[in-house]
């Protein structure tokens, strides 16, 4: 199927036939690139079906996220994944605690700067001057 | 209509027509007849926040998209803009740095394009003026020439900011900007949720929450849904402003007529009209941004209080304007560029570099079958302003070698840098420009043909604040 990634990618009849619902390759997708953070178990899997939402009936973004896990793609080689794993962290306290590794990561809601506690990990909101 | 006949018909209510207006008013108290004429709707702050966070809201459907209003030939090239009320004060950025005094000056200077017929020192009482209506939030010390504190306080600076700061003094400078930094005049303070097209908290200026109360004298007469199309013009005339509304084509009768869209609709109606002037809707275009992220070596940079927390000019002025194009630096505070990379997260920061364009022939509107919707062809940039992309890549690790640099990555040049700049460009005579100082055409004496259409060039720097100044400065010296 045309249009995964930046090429065409062909898939093993086999893998497609036997694969698991697709948000279980987002979640392991997250757990394997943050497996230095503990990531809240039920809230991992609510960020990710929010995340898919709109797209979750999409034949294509389904397979696209198959082929990502399958194929080993990581965020160094997907901007896909890199955007899914850089939501999921805005979309938790993370970085209200101040990245605190020993900390659980618990997720808040989708990420919106209309919506999320705070939306910028940068700002002064978590960092204020000293005087 | 209430009447007729009106002294002053004005197309449009965003940023030119609204300052313009607000100046005009205070020469004329009373006893005027002035018709405003808006193409779109009233779409209200508290609605479109709902449209941003999911909900529904009645008036989401109120104002067509920008790409439905043009038929844009070149679509690699993007020009956002908004129609409604307040046009693009509902979806710009708030920033607000001035020119620099060279800037209005290129061909006196480095032999580029022409100079503009009005300069920064004449421009300097109306940029206060401006920037007092907008309560804009900036540092003591700029790099361009200005007395005394900025109604509202500095920004915060960020980690990076503080080092370069320290580094380059006032050519790099926390960026005035019209997002306030304290609650003001009904408006709240930035929160640096950094998506100002609508702000999440209304620190914003827009024109709805300016408190400027154009609108409301008595004087005026608001009508939506209006859009003007073409004056009829007796000689050097302007007698009538034609325009649709609910699908139906109407005239009025006007003594000055002031064109307050924005540059596309501008050309359009002058085109329509029968403006023969060769330079109308030419050389139309905006200023070149690209994107570069700065990762950083152990070094979280925390603590900025605004979206365009900085501006850099250490690229912006010199000699060097006679080969290749003057750059400013934008430095964004952002949540989008955090790093995946364990315990380097916040190491980034990351810099807007914005390069002043040529207003190329090659790049222009033109009027297409439908008399409300014009053509706008843009071939590309100028050789100018790639020049200025090349040499900052050849510059900028030194200009940043005070910071823990990792590694710079430049993005691709984004598809519009949400400016629309040029196409009734201001000059002396009707051999170079299509307008004068004040701005009103050379050749119907009765029309004002206002905003950013009128630069002469397309400076680095953000418009919005120089053409709200150049409203003031052209209504109080006409009337």
Known sequence: MAGIGTGLLILPPALYLASPSVWKYAVKLIREELNYLKLEPAGLDEFVRDYFKTSSNNAIINLRWKTFYYLGFNKDKSNQIFELIKFYLLSTDFFIHKMDESKMVSYLGLYSPYKSSVPNPFSFVLYPPAD | MKYDYYDLIVAGTGFSSTFFLKKYLE????????????????????????????????????NDSWENKIINKNKEKLWPFTTGFGGSSNCWWGCTPRFMPSDFKTK??????????????????????????????????????????YPLP???FS?????????????????????ASRAVNGRNACMARSACDTCAVNAKFTIENSNINVYENEQIELVYGAQVYSLETVGNVAKKVNYVKDGKDFQISGEVIVLGTN???????????????????????????????????????????????????????????????SCLIEVNNAPYNIRLERGKWLNMASFRMIFEDLPLAENYI????????????????????????????????????????????????????????????????????VVDKNMVHHQYRNVFVLGSGAFTTFTASNPTLTLAALSLFSADHSF
């Open chain 2, 27 to 62: 020469k004329n108290k009373s006893g005027k007849r002035i018709l405003v004429l808006e193409c779109g709707q009233l779409f209200k702050h508290a609605e479109r926040l709902k449209v941003k966070r999911g909900e529904h809201s009645d008036f989401s459907g109120a």
């Open chain 2, 108 to 149: 006196t200077l480095f032999g580029i394009e022409n100079d503009w017929p009005v300069t920064y020192e004449q421009l300097d009482p109306y940029y206060y003026e401006a920037e007092e209506l907008m309560s804009i939030s900036g540092p003591e010390e700029t790099p361009f020439p200005r007395k005394g504190k």
């Open chain 2, 154 to 156: 500095p920004h915060h």
């Open chain 2, 159 to 179: 980690a990076v900011d503080k080092i370069l700061h320290q580094k380059y003094g006032n050519q790099y400078i926390s960026q005035p900007t019209a997002r």
């Open chain 2, 263 to 325: 540059p596309i609709f501008n050309s359009n109606i002058l085109l329509n009209s029968g403006d023969k002037n060769p330079l109308t809707g030419k050389g139309f275009g905006e200023q070149l941004g690209m994107q570069v992220l700065i990762y950083l070596d152990q070094m979280n940079n925390t603590g900025g209080s605004t979206w365009v927390n900085a501006n850099g000019y250490m690229l912006y002025d010199g000699d060097h304007r006679k080969d290749f194009a």
């Open chain 2, 366 to 433: 033109t009027t297409s079958a439908n008399k409300l919707i014009p053509e706008i062809h843009y071939k590309g940039r100028s050789d100018y302003a790639i020049k200025g992309v090349e040499n900052m890549k050849k510059v900028l690790p030194g200009i940043l070698s005070c910071l823990p640099v990792e590694k710079l990555k430049y993005l691709d040049p984004f598809p519009n840098e949400g400016h629309i700049l040029g196409g009734t460009r201001m000059g002396l005579t009707a051999a170079d420009s």
